[in-house]
């Protein structure tokens, strides 16, 4: 290290941020031990100025970087517009509104539905899935199987003496994100964010952290998804997290189910829920979704659809919000062959990465090929490669932000205990960043849950090359005996033997039948447990175990699931901040970059004034684009043309066809460009084929502009574009 005695401009160059955050703290230990000998000022100003100057430094150096960044995202005026132009609103707004629930307006619907065209085309038609439609209600039964009742939950805290709620996971993020955000700020030598508003006195003030301590609360942030209950209650108590507003203690994180329950039907006595997911209708229907694609594997099954999740503390918009459209796919697959048919098509897709193993280090994602991800292990298997490289390139395609967009590795502790491997797609916003589409490998842990407990049997089967010749336990039934024993329960107390077949009619879960037979053996007798969930007493007389020599020709199996699950109104989201901008020199004149396919409408039709000469052009213009299923817009009011180009812009409208005084003449219109400004000049057929083109993603502006020049004339006649 440079000697700090009297640091020249190339002592303090040679120090790093962190070299120069440990100075600045060493200094400062100097000047205290210094005063605390009550030395004269003029002994202790030397070190002091030494202390400024090191400060100086370390300010100019975060200034650099602060400058080098991207200017801060402006979401309040963005807001502003989206409810300006009724994007979105929240729901029963006049009563009110009910946190987490929200409307969404024509440009909204638009641009939503616009989306889901695009999924159903990118996945539903291109792999060939079978799409579903499932029910809203779920009666209790099938979500207490799948695990639901017992597991959808998340903790959350409570102000100890308002009793504000909060999720608990997020308090901790919003809380160590802001104590960062204070300290970059202070660091600065600006004033922290929380100290600046009205009237919350009580709130902590932020301080200059330590780099050991600014360390520990980001690895904190990028594990914090692997703190559940004795840990989470910890991290909050060892960080002193407190509630931002008041500064008061929370109490101990408790579990919250997340299922809006209700009753079906008018006794009250069949209890359901709204769905918390779009899956279990996929498979419940296995069955027949299976006969439907005439019992060949693989295949998928996709569905869209609203579910229901009662937040603790929706305080995100559209991205924390209780009820909200999903699009899932469950792909099936023999458990033992993942690989894909189609993996090579995808296999040089770069992707960043975030392995679990780099988010315990804090290391950041890594750009690699899925090739190279699946090759290595990073990735578990080609099926789950070839959905986590096609879920990368749909969100590029709509307008996703690739250098804002991360596959994030499933953590041990947030893995489901049957899981084989989980990614998430998260996506950055000013929110930071955020779960938008997960891809899970499932293992077979829904249907063989379904099976059990139903008693139907949700398997593939496959013939096999050579039979299998062998010697076997098996399991016979004494209908006869069987079922005048159990009457109406008979098929509930075959399901639990059912439910030990492990592939044919003639493969079993040995194990166990020998461990029956040997206790009706011993008993005459046997105490199991049915799919209705009652004990019931089978005795020798009614089962027969015995072993046979077997061959096996076609063998059983259940299927493992690949489950992309796709959060449609927090893509929605993203979208909007990834395409939204101001033009430059004027900040009162916003743009949503949509690209042309998922625009709400996808060209401005607008005559240059109310002159009836242009009706006939208007109604030529819109007949065409309609004719080709263009979605357009005619803005013939009295504002300029400036101007009405502007409020199209603040749709995301793409292109604006423009009727003059020459198409009187020749029958030509202009065409502009909504980011660039530009604008040809051609005839309606050809400017109505260009736009219809240019929204079927078939050519591009830049194909436009090598074919047309630059049509200027407009630009200068009627108000800047």
Avoid at 195 to 223: F, H, M, N, S, W
Avoid at 585 to 613: M, N, W, Y
Wanted: charged share 25%.
């Amino acid at each position: 290290m440079p000697d700090l005695a009297d640091p020249s401009a190339a002592d303090l160059a040679a120090l790093d941020v962190p070299a120069l955050e440990a100075a600045i703290v060493q200094q400062g230990d100097v000047i205290k031990a210094l005063k605390s000998r009550k030395l004269p000022k003029d002994e202790v100003q030397p070190s002091v100025d030494r202390l400024l100057a090191l400060k100086a430094e370390l300010a100019a150096r975060i200034a650099a970087q602060g400058a080098s960044a991207a200017p801060k995202f402006d979401r309040q005026a963005l807001e502003s517009l989206l409810a300006k132009r009724f994007f979105v609103a929240p729901s029963f707004l006049i009563y009110g509104g009910i946190a987490g629930l929200f409307d969404y307006g024509p440009p909204g619907c638009a641009l939503q539905n616009n989306i889901l065209s695009i999924w159903r085309q990118h996945f539903v038609l291109e792999e060939d899935m079978l799409e579903v439609e499932c029910t809203n209600l779920t009666p209790e039964a099938v979500l207490k199987t799948s695990g639901h009742v017992d597991r959808f939950a998340d903790y959350m805290v409570k102000d100890s003496k308002t009793g504000d709620i909060f999720r608990a996971d997020h308090l901790v993020k919003q809380v160590l994100q802001q104590r960062l955000e204070d300290d970059r700020s202070l660091r600065l030598g600006s004033a922290a964010p929380s100290d600046a508003k009205k009237g919350k006195a009580a709130k902590p003030k932020g301080t200059i952290l330590e780099p050991a301590v600014r360390d520990q609360y980001e690895l904190v942030l990028e594990t914090l998804d692997n703190y559940q209950g004795d840990d989470l209650a910890k991290l909050i108590s060892d960080l002193e997290i407190r509630a931002p507003e008041t500064g008061n203690e929370v109490t101990k994180p408790v579990l919250f189910n997340l299922m809006f329950d209700t009753q079906i039907g008018p006794t009250g006595q069949f209890k359901g829920f709204l769905r918390p997911e779009t899956a279990q209708g996929h498979f419940l229907n296995f069955k027949k979704l299976l006969e439907f694609n005439n019992e060949q594997m693989p295949f998928a099954s996709a569905s869209i659809g609203k579910s229901f999740r009662n937040e603790i503390s929706p305080r995100q918009g559209l991205l924390r919000v209780r009820e909200f459209t999903m699009a899932e796919i469950e792909h099936y697959v023999h458990p033992d062959r993942k690989a894909h048919p189609r993996f090579d098509e995808v296999r040089d897709t770069v992707i960043p990465l975030y392995s679990a193993a780099a988010q315990l280090a804090a290391a950041g994602p890594t750009k690699m090929t899925i090739g190279e991800a699946v090759d290595s292990g990073v990735v578990n298997n080609q099926t789950l490669g070839y959905f986590v490289a096609r879920i990368f390139l749909f969100l590029v395609r709509i307008g996703i932000d690739p250098a804002r967009l991360r596959f994030r590795q499933h953590l041990a502790n947030e893995m489901a205990h049957y899981a084989c491997d989980c990614w998430d797609a998260e996506i950055q916003s000013s929110y930071g960043w955020i779960e938008s589409v997960g891809c899970a490998d499932r293992s077979a842990f829904d249907l063989t849950a379904h099976s059990k407990k139903t008693g139907e049997k949700l398997i593939a089967r496959e013939t096999l090359a050579e039979p299998i010749v062998r010697d076997a336990l098996l399991l016979d039934i004494n209908k006869s005996k069987f079922g005048p024993a159990f009457k109406k329960n008979a098929k509930a107390v075959q399901g639990y033997f059912e439910a030990l077949q492990l592939g044919s009619e003639d493969e079993w879960d040995e194990d166990k039948l020998a461990e029956l037979d040997a206790k009706l053996k011993a008993d005459g007798k046997i105490q199991v447990t049915g799919t209705d969930g009652n004990e019931y007493t089978v005795t020798s007389d009614m089962i027969k175990i015995y072993r046979k020599n077997i061959k096996i020709s076609v063998r059983e199996y259940t299927p493992n699931v690949i489950e992309p699950s796709f959060g449609i109104g927090r893509i929605l989201y993203a979208l909007l901040e990834h395409s939204y901008y101001t033009r430059e020199g004027d900040e009162q004149r916003a743009v949503f970059s949509f690209p042309a396919a998922v625009a709400p409408v996808k060209a401005l039709v607008a005559p240059i004034s109310k002159d009836v000469k242009f009706e006939p052009f208007i109604k030529e213009i819109v007949t065409s684009l309609r004719r080709n299923g263009v979605a357009n817009k005619v803005d013939d009011s009295a504002g300029s043309i400036g101007r009405r180009y502007a409020r199209n812009d603040e749709l995301g409208t793409p292109f604006a066809v423009t009727i003059d005084f020459q198409t009187i003449e020749d029958s030509t219109v202009t065409l502009r460009e909504r980011d660039s400004t530009k604008q040809i000049r051609d005839t309606i057929p050809v400017v109505a084929g260009i736009i219809k083109d240019l929204v079927d993603e078939r050519i591009t502006w830049a194909d436009v502009m090598a074919k047309h020049p630059v049509f200027v004339a407009q630009e200068v006649t009627g108000a800047t574009a």
